[in-house]
């Protein structure tokens, strides 16, 4: 996928209530070409397109495959997963998430000790892709958001060992802080093939980067 050029009219937010930093987040949001091409196509977010362009690099979603989405509301990845035509698609984040044809969805804290037992409930099989888009709230504290980070990708990994099928994928997003490495590292016995992929869609100052597994030996 071709990113979008970024030639669309900038917009400036000018209410003078709102902080400098909300203001500049806001105006970033507003001009941001993923965003605008997000509300052409009927996305829920720009984050779609982080998975479209990841998919284009490693071609790991065909269709009729069981997958799973880690993190997934607003639902942009589901909803590419649905139009790929996915025989089935196992959801869950914290945050209510509206609903998409195709999507079992759960709204629970994936960190929830019965998480895990609930969206096996409603898995259809063992799982051809579990992707895993977590964040935690971050504090604006690089080590502190990185650590809490690699806990959420190390129980998003404990969650793909158990359901993916042999030959699956595991995809992860992660922020770059040094542990990633030591982590990347221990995928690689469990793997044919472990990439690590930054996506046009990612903004260029974030420290996000995603982490993918390819062919799993159960």
């Known amino acids: 996928m071709k990113p ?5 009219r900038k917009d400036r937010v000018k209410n003078k209530k709102i902080k400098d930093s909300s203001k500049q987040w806001l105006q970033r949001h507003i001009n941001d070409p993923y965003v605008h091409k997000a509300n052409a196509e009927g996305f829920r977010s720009r984050a779609a397109f982080k998975l479209i362009e990841i998919n284009e690099k490693i071609h790991i979603l065909k269709p009729g495959m069981k997958v799973v989405d880690l993190g997934a509301a607003p639902g942009g990845w589901s909803q590419v997963l649905a139009k790929k035509k996915m025989a089935h698609i196992a959801a869950i984040d914290i945050l209510a998430m509206d609903p998409i044809e ?6 629970m804290d994936f960190t929830d000790n019965e998480a895990p037992d609930r969206l096996k409930s409603i898995m259809q099989g063992e799982a ?22 690699m806990a959420l990708v ?5 969650f793909a ?4 099928k042999p ?3 595991f995809v992860t997003k992660v922020f770059q802080g040094g542990a990633e490495g030591d982590f990347l590292a221990g995928l690689k016995p469990h793997f044919q093939t472990v990439k690590h992929i930054k996506p046009p869609a990612s903004r260029s100052e974030s ?3 995603y982490l ?3 062919g799993f030996r159960k």
């Open 4 to 8: 979008p050029s970024g030639r669309e």
């Open 102 to 107: 195709g999507v079992d969805f759960i709204e």
């Open 128 to 149: 051809d892709v579990v992707l895993s888009d977590l964040s935690p709230n971050t504090t604006g504290h690089k080590r502190t958001d990185h650590l809490r980070m």
């Open 154 to 158: 190390e129980m998003a990994w404990d």
């Open 161 to 164: 060992k158990d359901v993916l």
């Open 167 to 169: 030959g699956g994928s």
């Open 207 to 209: 420290s996000e980067i």
């Open 212 to 214: 993918i597994g390819i």
